[in-house]
Protein backbone atom coordinates (compact mmCIF):
# COMPACT_ATOMS: atom_id res chain seq x y z
CA UNK A 1 0.00 0.00 0.00
CA UNK A 2 1.39 3.32 -0.69
CA UNK A 3 1.36 5.85 2.25
CA UNK A 4 1.23 10.18 1.38
CA UNK A 5 4.04 12.09 2.67
CA UNK A 6 4.00 15.72 3.69
CA UNK A 7 7.35 17.69 4.19
CA UNK A 8 6.81 19.82 7.29
CA UNK A 9 8.58 22.72 8.56
CA UNK A 10 7.04 24.87 11.80
CA UNK A 11 9.38 27.48 13.98
CA UNK A 12 8.91 26.34 18.06
CA UNK A 13 8.31 28.47 20.55
CA UNK A 14 12.58 29.14 21.40
CA UNK A 15 12.60 30.15 17.28
CA UNK A 16 14.08 27.08 16.23
CA UNK A 17 12.90 24.68 13.66
CA UNK A 18 11.07 21.72 13.78
CA UNK A 19 11.13 19.79 10.74
CA UNK A 20 8.98 16.32 10.44
CA UNK A 21 7.20 14.38 7.89
CA UNK A 22 3.33 13.04 8.29
CA UNK A 23 2.56 10.23 6.20
CA UNK A 24 -0.75 9.35 6.13
CA UNK A 25 -3.33 7.07 3.85
CA UNK A 26 -4.85 10.50 3.02
CA UNK A 27 -3.76 12.76 -0.27
CA UNK A 28 -5.88 15.83 1.58
CA UNK A 29 -3.75 18.08 2.48
CA UNK A 30 -6.23 19.74 5.68
CA UNK A 31 -6.02 16.42 6.90
CA UNK A 32 -2.43 16.36 7.27
CA UNK A 33 -2.07 19.86 8.84
CA UNK A 34 -4.35 18.38 11.39
CA UNK A 35 -1.79 15.42 12.03
CA UNK A 36 0.60 17.92 12.40
CA UNK A 37 -1.02 20.19 14.85
CA UNK A 38 -2.40 16.88 16.93
CA UNK A 39 1.29 15.74 17.12
CA UNK A 40 3.04 19.55 17.91
CA UNK A 41 0.31 19.55 20.57
CA UNK A 42 1.80 16.54 22.26
CA UNK A 43 5.37 17.92 22.19
CA UNK A 44 4.08 21.47 23.61
CA UNK A 45 3.94 23.17 20.33
CA UNK A 46 0.28 24.07 19.81
CA UNK A 47 1.00 27.46 19.08
CA UNK A 48 3.31 26.73 16.12
CA UNK A 49 1.21 27.89 12.62
CA UNK A 50 0.95 25.07 10.44
CA UNK A 51 -0.87 25.98 7.29
CA UNK A 52 -0.35 25.04 3.44
CA UNK A 53 2.74 27.09 3.21
CA UNK A 54 4.26 24.75 6.06
CA UNK A 55 2.98 21.29 5.06
CA UNK A 56 3.41 20.36 1.84
CA UNK A 57 3.09 17.23 -0.24
CA UNK A 58 6.11 15.58 -0.92
CA UNK A 59 5.59 12.51 -2.21
CA UNK A 60 3.90 8.45 -2.41
CA UNK A 61 5.83 5.62 -0.88
CA UNK A 62 5.78 2.42 1.02
CA UNK A 63 6.21 2.65 4.53
CA UNK A 64 7.73 -0.28 7.22
CA UNK A 65 5.02 -2.60 8.58
CA UNK A 66 5.37 -0.92 12.36
CA UNK A 67 4.34 2.75 10.48
CA UNK A 68 1.46 0.93 8.39
CA UNK A 69 0.19 -0.48 11.99
CA UNK A 70 0.42 3.23 13.42
CA UNK A 71 -1.37 4.59 10.55
CA UNK A 72 -4.19 2.14 10.43
CA UNK A 73 -4.59 2.96 14.27
CA UNK A 74 -3.87 6.58 14.20
CA UNK A 75 -4.81 8.25 10.64
CA UNK A 76 -1.03 9.09 10.89
CA UNK A 77 2.95 8.63 11.80
CA UNK A 78 5.34 11.24 12.72
CA UNK A 79 8.81 10.92 10.78
CA UNK A 80 11.30 12.93 12.53
CA UNK A 81 13.70 14.68 10.80
CA UNK A 82 15.08 17.43 12.54
CA UNK A 83 15.13 19.79 15.55
CA UNK A 84 12.18 17.79 17.24
CA UNK A 85 12.39 16.23 20.59
CA UNK A 86 13.36 13.02 21.34
Given at each position: MDFHVFDTYVKAKDG???HFDVVTDNSDV???IGFAKEWLKTI?????TVTTEEC???HT???PE???IEIMTDGYSI???EGCPN
Open positions: HTIEKAGEELSKFCQSVDMESKM
